[in-house]
C-alpha cells in the first residue's frame, strides 16, 4: 500500500503548485496547516482531499517563540501560540498524523528558525521528508543534526528539493561523472533572467539571509564565508572565471546552497565547492558592494533586528508570488563546472529550461510520490542524486522543465 503524502504549509503559494501537481500525478495528498478554512476550501477544490488541521496549541512553548508570521505557511498562523516548540518534533508528528513510511512535504519558511520542528517530526517516526529551503545554516542542521536520527528511523530527509537545489546537484554529479578521479574543485552557478519576481515566502527567507553568511567546501572542511563577497562569471558556454567575464558572461555571486553537502558525497576527493546565483548583472554587482557593510551588521543587535523585523513584514503579506504569464517569461540555467587541483577544467555541465517555481512542484511532487512507493531505499539525509541516482533524476528533472544543454 502507498503511504500518505502530507503537505505542510498546503495553503501557502509553493503549497498550493506542489498539491496542484501531487494531484495531477494521480495522487491525494493530505492537506495540512492551522488554519481550517483555508485548508478545507484548497481541500475541495481536488474533490474533497484529506486534511490535518495543525493546532499546535498542544505542543507549543511560546517561550521559543520570535514572531508567529515566521512560521509554517504564514497565512496559516494568528499568533504566537500557535507556534510549534522547535523540540517537541514527535509531538507535532501526532499532530499531523504522520507514520512510519509517509512522505512529509514541507513548504515552511524561514527554515534556519522554523523549519526544525517539522524535520525533526518526520526523523522521530520514520516518514520521509522534503523541504524547498535554501538556507544553508538550516541545510548543515539536517545534514549534521538530524541526519543520524533519521538514518536511525528509517527516514529519508531531502532538504533543498526543489528549484534550490536539485538542479545543481544533478549537473555537479554530472560534470563529476565526465570529469574522473581528478576533479578537486567544483563551482555550480544557477542564472535566473527575465522579471520573475519573488513569492511573499522567498522575499522573506531572503531579507532573513542578508546578513548570514554562506557556507562553502574550502580545503575539504565547510567553513563560513561573507554573502555575496566573490562573483564568478558563466558563460553561454559554460565556463566561469572570476570578474566579470565579458560581454557574454552573467555575474553569480556566493551563496549558500545544497552541493557543499551534497557533492562530496559522490566524489569524497572533491576539496572545494561553492553555489553561486546570479542573473541580473546590476543588482549582482550591487549586491557585492552590499556584501561588505552586510557582513559586519551582523555584528550588532540592533541591525539585525531591523532585518528581522522587515522580514516579519514581508510575510505579513502571504501565499503571493508570480502568476502564470510571469513565470512562463523566465528563463533558468544551471551550471557546474570541474577543475582539478591546479583549475584546469574538466568538465562543464549546463542545464536550461524556464519557470524555477514550477520545476519545484514538479520535481517535489515526484519525488515525493516515489518516496511514497518505497523506491528509495536508504535512510538519512540525502541529497537527491543520493536518493534518486543520476539517469532516473535526469529524466525527472527534464520532465519538471530543465534539460541538459551542454
Excluded at 114 to 129: E, I, L, M, Q, S
Aim: hydrophobic letters at 50%.
Amino acid at each position: 500500500m502507498t503511504a500518505r503524502i502530507v503537505v505542510f504549509g498546503a495553503t501557502g503559494y509553493t503549497g498550493r503548485l506542489v498539491t496542484a501537481e501531487l494531484v495531477a500525478a494521480g495522487h491525494r495528498p493530505v492537506l495540512a496547516g492551522r488554519t481550517e478554512t483555508r485548508v478545507r476550501a484548497l481541500a475541495a477544490a481536488y474533490d474533497g482531499l484529506e486534511t490535518t488541521v495543525a493546532d499546535a496549541a498542544d505542543v507549543v512553548d511560546a517561550a521559543d517563540v520570535v514572531d508567529a508570521a515566521d512560521v509554517v505557511d504564514a497565512a496559516d498562523v494568528v499568533d504566537a501560540a500557535d507556534v510549534v516548540d522547535a523540540a517537541d518534533g514527535a509531538s507535532l508528528a501526532r499532530l499531523l498524523g504522520l507514520g512510519t513510511g509517509d512522505v512529509l512535504v514541507s513548504t515552511v519558511g524561514p527554515f534556519r528558525r522554523f523549519g526544525r520542528p517539522v524535520v525533526a517530526a518526520a526523523a522521530a517516526v520514520g516518514a520521509h521528508y522534503l523541504d524547498c529551503s535554501g538556507e544553508g545554516a538550516f541545510l548543515r542542521h539536517v545534514f549534521t543534526e538530524v541526519g543520524p536520527r533519521a538514518a536511525a528511523s528509517g527516514a529519508a530527509l531531502i532538504p533543498g528539493a526543489g528549484f534550490d537545489f536539485v538542479p545543481g546537484n544533478l549537473a555537479g554529479a554530472l560534470a563529476l561523472q565526465a570529469a574522473g578521479g581528478e576533479a578537486r574543485r567544483l563551482d555550480v552557478g544557477y542564472l535566473v533572467m527575465g522579471a520573475l519576481g519573488m513569492s511573499s515566502g522567498t522575499r522573506a527567507t531572503l531579507l532573513a539571509a542578508l546578513t548570514e553568511p554562506v557556507i562553502v567546501l574550502r580545503g575539504g572542511v565547510l567553513v563560513e564565508r561573507p554573502l555575496a563577497r566573490e562573483v564568478r562569471s558563466f558563460r553561454s558556454s559554460g565556463k566561469v572565471t572570476g570578474g566579470s567575464g565579458g560581454r557574454r558572461g552573467h555575474p553569480a555571486v556566493l551563496w549558500s546552497g545544497g552541493e557543499p553537502f551534497t557533492l562530496p558525497r559522490l566524489a569524497p576527493a572533491l576539496t572545494d565547492v561553492a553555489t553561486y546565483i546570479g542573473g541580473v548583472d546590476r543588482g549582482i554587482r550591487v549586491g557585492q558592494a552590499l556584501s561588505f557593510p552586510l557582513s559586519g551588521l551582523r555584528r550588532f543587535p540592533p541591525s539585525r533586528a531591523l532585518l528581522a523585523a522587515a522580514a516579519r513584514s514581508a510575510l505579513r503579506t502571504t501565499g503571493r508570488g508570480p502568476d502564470r504569464a510571469a513565470r512562463a517569461r523566465a528563463g533558468a540555467q544551471v551550471f557546474a563546472l570541474a577543475r582539478d587541483a591546479a583549475g584546469r577544467e574538466l568538465a562543464t555541465v549546463r542545464l536550461e529550461g524556464r519557470d524555477p517555481y514550477a520545476f519545484t512542484a514538479r520535481i517535489m511532487a515526484w519525488m515525493a510520490g516515489h518516496l511514497a512507493a518505497g523506491t528509495v531505499a536508504r535512510a538519512g539525509a540525502l541529497g537527491p542524486v543520493d536518493a534518486f541516482g543520476v539517469e532516473d533524476l535526469e529524466r525527472a528533472a527534464a520532465a519538471a522543465g530543465l534539460r541538459r544543454v551542454g
